[in-house]
């Protein structure tokens, strides 16, 4: 259930040169498929060792093939230089096992599958624009690097960032707790959700606050609230093809653990197994029953 590779050398997420250091994943994929079939949308990599991630970053997802239309995104297959025929969809670098709580009555475990969470959204967001009522495309809804969503957009409390915002009717908003959900325009993205299912949503239009910003609790703000629909996004990004009745509903994922030369001890397995096979299935069942 969990195949274990040695590996040396630098497994850094970016090269000296400050780009995506892919070719290490590319020899683990490759690798991996030379021994297992052709059949995984994800691979999902944990390692007993550290490596350099960007600042702040826990984390990562790597793109290697999109062939969904209306998410934002290019369509484009890398999965050739990854081993794979047209299958494989991305790689979920989760880092350090032993930063990672694998204990489903530690505290800190929903962090860890929030973590999981955040990163397999990522393969259909957060990437739209929307049209303004200008006439214009706006990239508004995005925030930090432009693939997560606005500190000012009302997301319900997105594992992608925003916040869920409270109108005080005297032009401020208060943020609450969140963090914590697959939003309605989320679940529309991963073609799990109709486009009649995704409510109308507030942007704040706050002029000197960072759409940047990471989400947190207990901010208060001035601001005029701005509303964007779905049919906004549509007009900017097109239908999603496949629509919702059409796009797949279930993923195969692969776990890898990689440790360094002579160190796999054996445990670690069934900390993984915690995480991805008797949790993950039922959290992000959690995640999605939350916003029904």
Not at 67 to 77: E, K, M, P, S, Y
């Amino acid at each position: 259930d969990v195949t274990v590779m040695e590996a040396t050398g630098s497994y850094d997420e970016l090269t000296p040169e400050g780009v995506v250091n892919e070719v290490p994943r590319q020899l683990v994929s490759k690798a991996f498929l030379q021994t297992h079939p052709d059949r995984y949308d994800f691979l999902v990599i944990f390692s007993n060792f550290d490596f350099a991630m960007e600042s702040d970053t826990k984390a990562f997802y790597l793109e290697i093939r999109n062939d969904v239309q209306g998410i934002g995104l290019d369509l484009f297959d890398r999965s050739a230089i990854y081993g794979s025929r047209g299958v494989l969809q991305g790689i979920i670098e989760m880092g350090n096992l032993e930063r990672l709580s694998s204990d489903p009555l530690d505290p800190k475990f929903s962090a860890t599958m929030g973590i999981l969470s955040h990163e397999i959204l990522h393969r259909w967001a957060a990437h739209v624009r929307f049209r303004a009522k200008d006439g214009s495309v706006s990239t508004r809804l995005l925030g930090r690097d432009g693939s997560h969503w606005s500190f000012l957009l009302d997301t319900m409390g997105s594992v992608l960032y925003g916040n869920r915002w409270h109108e005080n009717g005297d032009g401020t908003f208060t943020s609450l707790p969140g963090k914590k959900y697959f939003s309605p325009l989320d679940l529309y993205l991963m073609g799990l959700a109709d486009p009649s299912e995704v409510p109308e949503m507030l942007l704040i239009d706050a002029p000197g606050t960072d759409p940047a910003e990471l989400p947190r609790s207990g901010a208060t703000i001035s601001g005029t609230a701005l509303r964007v629909s779905i049919g906004d996004i549509i007009a900017a990004e097109g239908e999603r093809v496949p629509d919702a009745s059409a796009s797949p509903k279930s993923f195969t994922v692969a776990c890898i653990f990689l440790a360094r030369p002579g160190t796999f001890t054996g445990g670690e397995l069934f900390r993984i197994w915690t995480i991805l096979r008797n949790r993950s299935e039922e959290h992000t069942s959690e995640l999605q029953s939350r916003q029904s």
